[in-house]
Protein backbone atom coordinates (compact mmCIF):
# COMPACT_ATOMS: atom_id res chain seq x y z
CA UNK A 1 0.00 0.00 0.00
CA UNK A 2 1.09 3.33 -1.12
CA UNK A 3 0.36 5.92 2.00
CA UNK A 4 -2.00 7.28 1.17
CA UNK A 5 -4.50 6.25 -1.03
CA UNK A 6 -6.05 8.99 -3.05
CA UNK A 7 -9.77 8.20 -4.45
CA UNK A 8 -9.65 10.69 -6.85
CA UNK A 9 -12.24 13.20 -7.39
CA UNK A 10 -16.01 12.58 -8.24
CA UNK A 11 -17.96 15.07 -8.68
CA UNK A 12 -20.20 17.41 -6.19
CA UNK A 13 -21.10 14.45 -3.75
CA UNK A 14 -18.72 13.41 -1.22
CA UNK A 15 -17.50 9.68 -0.14
CA UNK A 16 -19.47 8.07 2.34
CA UNK A 17 -17.72 4.95 3.05
CA UNK A 18 -15.32 2.68 2.17
CA UNK A 19 -14.56 -1.34 2.20
CA UNK A 20 -11.61 -3.45 1.59
CA UNK A 21 -11.57 -6.83 0.34
CA UNK A 22 -7.99 -8.08 1.99
CA UNK A 23 -7.64 -11.06 0.25
CA UNK A 24 -7.68 -9.61 -3.56
CA UNK A 25 -6.43 -6.37 -2.59
CA UNK A 26 -9.18 -4.52 -3.82
CA UNK A 27 -10.80 -1.56 -2.02
CA UNK A 28 -14.07 0.15 -2.62
CA UNK A 29 -15.64 4.02 -2.09
CA UNK A 30 -19.17 5.22 -1.87
CA UNK A 31 -19.66 8.44 -3.65
CA UNK A 32 -22.99 9.27 -2.40
CA UNK A 33 -24.62 8.13 -5.98
CA UNK A 34 -21.87 6.04 -7.32
CA UNK A 35 -19.67 3.34 -6.00
CA UNK A 36 -15.89 3.13 -7.36
CA UNK A 37 -13.20 0.38 -7.20
CA UNK A 38 -10.29 0.54 -6.98
CA UNK A 39 -6.89 -1.61 -6.03
CA UNK A 40 -4.77 -0.64 -2.76
CA UNK A 41 -2.67 0.84 -4.81
CA UNK A 42 -4.87 3.59 -5.67
CA UNK A 43 -5.39 2.27 -9.66
CA UNK A 44 -9.31 2.80 -10.50
CA UNK A 45 -10.83 -0.22 -11.89
CA UNK A 46 -14.40 0.27 -12.74
CA UNK A 47 -17.20 2.19 -11.06
CA UNK A 48 -21.04 1.69 -10.77
CA UNK A 49 -23.42 4.97 -11.50
CA UNK A 50 -26.38 5.90 -12.15
CA UNK A 51 -28.03 6.16 -8.26
CA UNK A 52 -30.45 9.04 -7.48
CA UNK A 53 -30.71 7.74 -3.76
CA UNK A 54 -27.80 8.44 -0.60
CA UNK A 55 -25.31 5.57 -1.05
CA UNK A 56 -23.91 5.66 2.41
CA UNK A 57 -22.09 3.34 4.42
CA UNK A 58 -20.46 0.44 2.83
CA UNK A 59 -18.80 -3.30 3.85
CA UNK A 60 -17.52 -5.86 2.45
CA UNK A 61 -19.20 -9.43 3.15
CA UNK A 62 -16.70 -12.24 3.47
CA UNK A 63 -18.95 -14.90 2.74
CA UNK A 64 -20.06 -14.14 -0.55
CA UNK A 65 -17.72 -11.57 -1.91
CA UNK A 66 -20.37 -8.88 -2.45
CA UNK A 67 -20.48 -4.98 -1.34
CA UNK A 68 -23.33 -4.61 0.85
CA UNK A 69 -24.36 -0.39 1.77
CA UNK A 70 -27.19 1.53 2.80
CA UNK A 71 -29.03 3.10 0.04
CA UNK A 72 -31.91 5.61 0.59
CA UNK A 73 -34.48 7.66 -1.15
CA UNK A 74 -36.01 10.60 1.09
CA UNK A 75 -37.91 13.95 -0.20
CA UNK A 76 -36.05 15.96 2.63
CA UNK A 77 -33.06 18.34 2.34
CA UNK A 78 -30.37 15.81 1.95
CA UNK A 79 -32.72 13.87 -0.81
CA UNK A 80 -33.47 17.09 -2.45
CA UNK A 81 -29.51 18.09 -2.23
CA UNK A 82 -28.62 14.76 -4.14
CA UNK A 83 -31.19 15.75 -6.89
CA UNK A 84 -30.22 18.98 -7.54
CA UNK A 85 -26.66 18.29 -7.57
CA UNK A 86 -27.16 15.53 -10.20
CA UNK A 87 -29.28 18.18 -11.91
CA UNK A 88 -32.34 15.69 -12.56
CA UNK A 89 -35.68 17.17 -12.17
CA UNK A 90 -37.25 13.41 -10.62
CA UNK A 91 -39.75 12.99 -7.57
CA UNK A 92 -39.42 10.23 -6.10
CA UNK A 93 -40.77 8.47 -3.62
CA UNK A 94 -39.32 7.60 -0.22
CA UNK A 95 -37.64 4.46 0.75
CA UNK A 96 -34.39 2.43 2.48
CA UNK A 97 -32.76 -0.27 1.03
CA UNK A 98 -29.73 -2.41 1.20
CA UNK A 99 -28.00 -2.03 -1.73
CA UNK A 100 -25.95 -5.56 -2.88
CA UNK A 101 -23.16 -4.93 -5.33
CA UNK A 102 -21.74 -7.96 -7.21
CA UNK A 103 -18.26 -6.49 -7.56
CA UNK A 104 -16.61 -9.02 -9.33
CA UNK A 105 -18.54 -8.03 -12.32
CA UNK A 106 -17.10 -4.28 -12.12
CA UNK A 107 -14.40 -4.05 -14.75
CA UNK A 108 -15.16 -0.93 -16.55
CA UNK A 109 -16.48 3.06 -15.59
CA UNK A 110 -19.96 4.19 -15.31
CA UNK A 111 -21.34 0.87 -15.18
CA UNK A 112 -25.01 1.08 -14.80
CA UNK A 113 -26.88 0.21 -11.22
CA UNK A 114 -30.30 -0.53 -12.81
CA UNK A 115 -29.11 -2.22 -16.18
CA UNK A 116 -26.05 -3.74 -16.48
CA UNK A 117 -27.06 -6.61 -13.68
CA UNK A 118 -24.32 -5.68 -11.10
CA UNK A 119 -27.04 -4.43 -8.41
CA UNK A 120 -29.63 -5.74 -6.07
CA UNK A 121 -31.44 -4.52 -3.45
CA UNK A 122 -33.44 -5.50 -0.42
CA UNK A 123 -36.19 -3.24 1.40
CA UNK A 124 -36.32 -2.49 4.77
CA UNK A 125 -39.73 -1.85 6.14
CA UNK A 126 -39.17 -1.28 9.73
CA UNK A 127 -36.83 1.79 8.75
CA UNK A 128 -40.32 2.81 6.90
CA UNK A 129 -42.11 2.59 9.43
CA UNK A 130 -40.31 4.39 11.84
CA UNK A 131 -38.84 7.10 9.36
CA UNK A 132 -42.93 7.57 8.70
CA UNK A 133 -43.71 6.97 12.23
CA UNK A 134 -44.17 9.96 15.24
CA UNK A 135 -42.53 10.73 18.55
CA UNK A 136 -42.73 13.32 21.05
CA UNK A 137 -40.89 16.59 22.19
CA UNK A 138 -40.24 17.89 25.54
CA UNK A 139 -43.28 19.78 25.62
CA UNK A 140 -45.67 16.28 24.87
CA UNK A 141 -45.87 17.61 21.35
CA UNK A 142 -46.52 15.29 18.21
CA UNK A 143 -43.44 15.33 16.12
CA UNK A 144 -42.49 13.37 12.85
CA UNK A 145 -39.89 10.64 12.47
CA UNK A 146 -40.26 8.10 15.46
CA UNK A 147 -36.89 7.90 17.73
CA UNK A 148 -35.97 10.96 15.49
CA UNK A 149 -35.05 8.72 12.15
CA UNK A 150 -33.97 10.15 9.47
CA UNK A 151 -33.27 6.76 7.47
CA UNK A 152 -30.45 4.61 7.71
CA UNK A 153 -26.07 5.11 6.76
CA UNK A 154 -24.19 2.63 9.02
CA UNK A 155 -23.77 -0.82 7.53
CA UNK A 156 -21.84 -3.40 8.83
CA UNK A 157 -21.23 -7.28 9.08
CA UNK A 158 -20.16 -9.00 12.73
CA UNK A 159 -20.87 -11.67 15.12
CA UNK A 160 -23.98 -10.96 17.59
CA UNK A 161 -23.62 -9.00 20.79
CA UNK A 162 -22.39 -11.18 23.29
CA UNK A 163 -21.27 -13.93 20.85
CA UNK A 164 -17.76 -14.81 20.16
CA UNK A 165 -15.45 -13.62 17.32
CA UNK A 166 -16.25 -16.35 14.85
CA UNK A 167 -19.94 -16.82 15.72
CA UNK A 168 -22.22 -16.44 12.95
CA UNK A 169 -22.51 -12.84 10.83
CA UNK A 170 -25.49 -10.78 11.04
CA UNK A 171 -25.51 -7.18 8.77
CA UNK A 172 -26.46 -4.54 11.19
CA UNK A 173 -27.66 -1.24 9.77
CA UNK A 174 -27.92 2.39 11.88
CA UNK A 175 -30.34 4.40 11.86
CA UNK A 176 -29.54 8.25 10.79
CA UNK A 177 -31.02 10.55 13.34
CA UNK A 178 -32.03 14.01 12.66
CA UNK A 179 -30.53 17.15 15.08
CA UNK A 180 -33.42 18.29 17.13
CA UNK A 181 -32.80 19.87 20.57
CA UNK A 182 -36.57 20.08 21.75
CA UNK A 183 -36.53 16.20 22.08
CA UNK A 184 -35.02 13.67 24.39
CA UNK A 185 -36.56 10.35 22.39
CA UNK A 186 -33.48 11.10 19.68
CA UNK A 187 -30.79 10.16 22.40
CA UNK A 188 -30.26 6.76 21.34
CA UNK A 189 -28.17 4.99 18.33
CA UNK A 190 -30.44 2.05 17.04
CA UNK A 191 -29.20 -0.57 15.51
CA UNK A 192 -31.02 -3.42 13.47
CA UNK A 193 -29.95 -6.63 13.25
CA UNK A 194 -30.07 -9.13 9.91
CA UNK A 195 -29.87 -12.81 8.99
CA UNK A 196 -29.04 -12.19 5.33
CA UNK A 197 -27.82 -16.14 4.74
CA UNK A 198 -31.63 -16.40 2.62
CA UNK A 199 -31.93 -12.82 1.36
CA UNK A 200 -31.64 -14.41 -2.27
CA UNK A 201 -35.91 -14.40 -1.74
CA UNK A 202 -35.46 -10.99 -1.37
CA UNK A 203 -33.17 -9.55 -3.36
CA UNK A 204 -34.57 -7.63 -7.05
CA UNK A 205 -32.87 -5.18 -9.46
CA UNK A 206 -34.09 -2.03 -8.73
CA UNK A 207 -36.10 0.28 -10.59
CA UNK A 208 -35.95 4.07 -9.40
CA UNK A 209 -39.29 5.31 -11.02
CA UNK A 210 -40.84 1.83 -9.75
CA UNK A 211 -39.51 1.07 -5.84
CA UNK A 212 -39.89 -2.34 -5.53
CA UNK A 213 -40.82 -3.68 -1.54
CA UNK A 214 -39.50 -6.81 -1.35
CA UNK A 215 -37.55 -7.46 2.10
CA UNK A 216 -38.04 -9.19 5.60
CA UNK A 217 -40.96 -7.96 7.47
CA UNK A 218 -39.03 -7.03 10.69
CA UNK A 219 -35.17 -7.09 11.60
CA UNK A 220 -34.06 -10.51 13.44
CA UNK A 221 -32.90 -7.45 16.26
CA UNK A 222 -33.09 -4.19 16.86
CA UNK A 223 -30.71 -2.67 19.22
CA UNK A 224 -30.49 0.95 21.43
CA UNK A 225 -27.28 2.62 22.34
CA UNK A 226 -26.95 5.42 24.39
CA UNK A 227 -24.90 8.23 22.93
CA UNK A 228 -26.83 11.81 23.16
CA UNK A 229 -28.01 12.91 19.98
CA UNK A 230 -26.12 13.04 16.81
CA UNK A 231 -26.24 14.91 13.64
CA UNK A 232 -27.44 12.35 11.11
CA UNK A 233 -26.86 9.51 13.30
CA UNK A 234 -23.91 7.02 12.60
CA UNK A 235 -22.62 7.57 9.53
CA UNK A 236 -20.16 5.14 9.47
CA UNK A 237 -20.52 1.44 11.17
CA UNK A 238 -17.65 -1.35 11.58
CA UNK A 239 -16.88 -4.34 13.56
CA UNK A 240 -13.21 -4.36 14.86
CA UNK A 241 -12.52 -8.05 15.53
CA UNK A 242 -9.12 -7.01 17.13
CA UNK A 243 -11.17 -4.87 19.74
CA UNK A 244 -14.37 -7.21 20.09
CA UNK A 245 -16.29 -3.56 19.41
CA UNK A 246 -18.53 -1.97 16.83
CA UNK A 247 -16.95 1.37 15.90
CA UNK A 248 -19.39 4.32 15.60
CA UNK A 249 -18.13 7.35 13.61
CA UNK A 250 -20.70 10.26 13.65
CA UNK A 251 -21.29 13.94 13.00
CA UNK A 252 -21.27 15.41 16.44
CA UNK A 253 -24.40 16.67 17.96
CA UNK A 254 -25.70 20.12 19.26
CA UNK A 255 -27.16 18.89 22.89
CA UNK A 256 -25.28 20.92 25.85
CA UNK A 257 -25.49 17.97 27.96
CA UNK A 258 -23.69 15.72 26.39
CA UNK A 259 -20.20 15.46 25.18
CA UNK A 260 -20.94 15.25 21.49
CA UNK A 261 -17.73 13.28 20.81
CA UNK A 262 -17.39 12.44 17.18
CA UNK A 263 -17.19 8.46 17.58
CA UNK A 264 -18.06 6.00 20.19
CA UNK A 265 -17.43 2.57 20.54
CA UNK A 266 -20.57 -0.80 21.13
CA UNK A 267 -19.20 -3.54 23.70
CA UNK A 268 -19.48 -6.54 20.83
CA UNK A 269 -18.32 -8.38 24.20
CA UNK A 270 -21.94 -7.12 26.00
CA UNK A 271 -25.11 -8.83 25.44
CA UNK A 272 -27.84 -6.86 24.45
CA UNK A 273 -30.30 -6.65 27.82
CA UNK A 274 -34.01 -5.45 27.77
CA UNK A 275 -34.00 -2.24 29.91
CA UNK A 276 -35.92 0.96 30.20
CA UNK A 277 -35.07 3.87 27.81
CA UNK A 278 -34.32 6.97 28.37
CA UNK A 279 -36.27 9.96 27.04
CA UNK A 280 -39.32 7.28 25.48
CA UNK A 281 -41.80 5.69 27.59
CA UNK A 282 -40.47 1.81 26.35
CA UNK A 283 -38.01 -0.32 26.64
CA UNK A 284 -35.88 -1.43 24.23
CA UNK A 285 -32.59 -3.97 23.92
CA UNK A 286 -29.89 -2.18 25.25
CA UNK A 287 -26.01 -2.15 24.30
CA UNK A 288 -23.63 -0.55 25.85
CA UNK A 289 -20.49 0.90 25.30
CA UNK A 290 -17.02 -0.10 25.72
CA UNK A 291 -15.47 1.39 28.60
CA UNK A 292 -12.41 3.15 26.59
CA UNK A 293 -11.46 6.71 25.78
CA UNK A 294 -13.03 9.51 27.37
CA UNK A 295 -15.43 9.43 29.53
CA UNK A 296 -17.95 12.27 30.56
CA UNK A 297 -18.81 12.10 34.10
CA UNK A 298 -22.02 13.65 33.73
CA UNK A 299 -24.11 11.33 31.00
CA UNK A 300 -21.46 8.24 31.89
CA UNK A 301 -21.04 7.97 28.18
CA UNK A 302 -17.63 7.33 26.69
CA UNK A 303 -16.35 8.04 23.33
CA UNK A 304 -13.18 10.08 21.51
CA UNK A 305 -13.11 13.04 19.75
CA UNK A 306 -11.16 11.66 16.44
CA UNK A 307 -11.30 13.85 13.67
CA UNK A 308 -11.86 11.82 10.70
CA UNK A 309 -13.87 7.92 10.11
CA UNK A 310 -17.11 9.75 9.24
CA UNK A 311 -16.81 9.27 5.81
CA UNK A 312 -15.28 6.06 5.57
CA UNK A 313 -13.66 3.16 8.40
CA UNK A 314 -12.50 -0.11 7.68
CA UNK A 315 -11.00 -2.69 10.60
CA UNK A 316 -8.66 -5.02 9.24
CA UNK A 317 -9.39 -7.09 12.31
CA UNK A 318 -5.36 -7.20 13.35
CA UNK A 319 -5.57 -3.73 14.98
CA UNK A 320 -4.92 -1.77 11.57
CA UNK A 321 -7.69 0.80 9.48
CA UNK A 322 -8.17 2.29 7.01
CA UNK A 323 -9.46 5.66 7.22
CA UNK A 324 -10.65 8.35 4.63
CA UNK A 325 -9.88 12.39 4.95
CA UNK A 326 -12.48 14.08 2.92
CA UNK A 327 -11.34 16.83 0.94
CA UNK A 328 -12.77 18.96 -2.15
CA UNK A 329 -10.39 19.40 -5.11
CA UNK A 330 -11.18 22.05 -8.04
CA UNK A 331 -12.14 18.42 -9.86
CA UNK A 332 -14.61 17.92 -6.94
CA UNK A 333 -15.11 15.93 -3.77
CA UNK A 334 -12.03 13.55 -2.66
CA UNK A 335 -10.56 11.69 -0.01
CA UNK A 336 -7.19 10.32 0.54
CA UNK A 337 -7.25 6.63 2.80
CA UNK A 338 -4.77 6.31 5.17
CA UNK A 339 -3.63 3.96 7.35
CA UNK A 340 -3.95 3.64 10.96
CA UNK A 341 -3.17 1.53 13.96
CA UNK A 342 -5.09 1.25 17.35
CA UNK A 343 -4.03 3.62 20.21
CA UNK A 344 -7.31 3.47 22.78
CA UNK A 345 -6.27 6.91 24.17
CA UNK A 346 -6.57 8.53 20.76
CA UNK A 347 -7.79 5.47 19.78
CA UNK A 348 -6.12 5.79 16.34
CA UNK A 349 -2.45 7.12 15.35
CA UNK A 350 -1.03 6.62 11.77
CA UNK A 351 0.85 3.88 10.96
CA UNK A 352 4.26 4.31 10.46
Known amino acids: MKQPIYTGSWGKCHIQGITVDLKKGFIYYSFTTKLIKATLSGEIVGSVDGLMGHLGCIDFNEEDGRVYGSLEYKNDSIGKGILRAL ?40 VALDYNGFGQNRAGERVPHRYGCSGIDGTAFGPMF ?7 QYLFVAYGIYSDLTREDNDHQILLCYDTKDWSRYERPLS ?25 GVQNLEYDASVHAYWMAVYPGKKPTFPNYKLFAADASAAPRKAKLRGLAEEGMLLELKHAGNLDEKSGIYGWQFSHGDTGLFAAGDGTYYISEHHCSE ?22
Open 162 to 168: GAPDDAK
Open 208 to 232: QRSMHQNGPAAPDGKFFIYTGNTTY
Open 87 to 126: GSGEQLEDAFYIAIFDVDKIDRMDMDAEQDGIMTSVYLKE
Open 331 to 352: AGQCSFIYQYVWNEKTPFILKD
